[in-house]
């Protein structure tokens, strides 16, 4: 848990002082591509608080998610057709669904815990 949180606060820290810039014509799919990421990490949080968590999962999910919602949004973007909302539609969905879980477990945990269970 202290290396997840060393690695995020470094991970501030470099972003906050090496600004990476890209041009407004990816921001499409650089957002596309960071709803899936966040999917893929409230699915990791939900998978370690029910006890199934399994790295290989979490990091080919994680780039899995990623390249192919990057992908549909550029073929739509080629094809003139908005295939993006597929994507915002599944992972943002289940982006909600998993906080939703996580939210009941860590609220279940915290009221066992307190009735002494």
């Not at 606060?9 to 906050?16: E, S």
């Not at 990490?41 to 199934?52: N, Y």
């Not at 915290?110 to 009735?115: D, V």
């Amino acid at each position: 848990m202290i290396l997840s949180l060393i690695g995020l606060a470094l991970g501030i820290i470099i972003g906050y002082y090496i600004p990476v810039t890209y041009p407004d014509s990816y921001s499409l799919y650089i957002s596309v591509g960071l709803l899936a990421a966040m999917d893929s990490v409230f699915g990791a949080i939900r998978a370690t608080l029910e006890g199934k968590y399994d790295n290989i999962i979490f990091i080919t999910g994680f780039f899995g998610n990623a390249i192919l919602a990057g992908l549909l949004a550029y073929i739509g973007d080629r094809l003139g057709v908005p295939l993006y909302y597929a994507c915002i539609f599944v992972f943002g969905g289940r982006l909600f669904q998993n906080f939703a879980i996580i939210r009941r477990c860590v609220f279940n945990k915290l009221l066992n815990k307190k009735r002494g269970d």
